[in-house]
């Protein structure tokens, strides 16, 4: 009889441990999901802000390409 209730003090204690180690685990790759949507967000920011700098100055550019034309034009037509 001891060694029944022995052995069933060493099954629940086995369930509780490794009850803990799943919400440890449940608790680490919850984390880690929350880490690398953060960083997905940081990236996205980032390029976003690329993208608006890239299409700035692709704007200056086609500004500077017309103005120089302009003045290419103007030059052309004088001589």
Not at 1 to 9: A, D, E, G, I, W
Not at 51 to 67: G, H, T, V
């Amino acid at each position: 009889m001891m060694m029944v209730n022995t052995v069933k003090l060493k099954e629940e204690f086995d369930y509780e441990s490794l009850c803990r180690k799943l919400e440890q685990q449940v608790d680490y790759l919850t984390a880690e999901i929350e880490r690398q949507n953060k960083q997905r967000e940081d990236d996205k920011e980032k390029m976003e802000r690329k993208i608006n700098e890239c299409q700035n100055s692709f704007i200056e550019a086609e500004r500077n390409l017309a103005a120089r034309s302009e003045v290419f034009c103007t030059k052309s037509s004088i001589i």
